[in-house]
C-alpha cells in the first residue's frame, strides 16, 4: 500500500526525506517508549519490594502465632495451679478424715482416694513443667522475632523508596518521551500517522530504514527486482517492505 506524503490540509511535510527523517524519529520514540513500559513492568526492583514485603507478613504472622502459644501455655499453667490447688485441699481433708476413722475398710477406701489424687496431682506437675517449657520456648522466639523487627522494617522501607525512585524515572522518561511526540505529531500528513499507528499496532514497529537492500525492520534483503520497485517508488510516497509491511524509509 502506498500513502502520499502530503495531504491536501498539511503542509509541514516538505519531500519524503524530511518526513522519512520524521517518521524515523517517531519510531524511535515509541520504541524507547516501549522499553521503559518494558522496563517498569519488569523492575527488579519491585522483586525486591515484594520479597521484603513478603519477609515483613511472614515474620508478622510468626510474632501472632508466637504471641498466641505463649497466651496458651500461660492459660494451661493456670489451669494446673487451680486443679492442683483444689487437689491439694481435697487431699488435706481426706488426710484429716483418715485420722478419724477406725473401721479398717473405711480407712482402706480413703487411703486409695487419696493415692489417686497424689497421682492426679504428679500427673499435673509434669504437664506444668512440659507448658512452661512450651511457654519459656516461646518466649524466646518472641525475643528473636522482636530483635530483627527493625532491620526488616528498615528493608521494606528502603525497598520502597527505591521502587518509587525507579519507577518515577521511568514516568519522567514516558512523559518527556510523549511530550517530544505530541510535538513531532503536527508535522506528520493524519493518513501517513494512521497508516503508521495502523502497522505500531501490528508489528511494534511500523518504521524501519532502508539499509542498502536490507530492511531494518525484518532485517531481510528485499530481492533485486523488489529494491528496484521500491526505489522507482514516487519521492512523495513511502513504499511497504514486501517482506514484513513495514514503512520503509529510503
Ligand atoms: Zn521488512
Redo the contacts with the bound molecule.
Sequence with gaps: MLVLVSDNNDQAASGHGDIGVVLLELQAIDTAHDQSVHRRDTLTERVDHAEAVDRMRNWESQRVTTIGMIGEAEAGIAECEEASAEIDSHRKRLEAQLKTVIAPREAEALQHEIATLTERRSDLDDRELELMSVHSDAESRLNELLAIEGALRAEVAGADERLATAESIIRSELESLAARRELLLPSIPPALAKRYEAVRSKLGVAA?RLAGSR?E????DLSAGELDEVRRTPDDRIPD?P????M?IR
Design positions: 524501519a530492511c525492520g525484518c532485517h531481510l517492505c517482506q514484513c509491511g513495514r520503509l
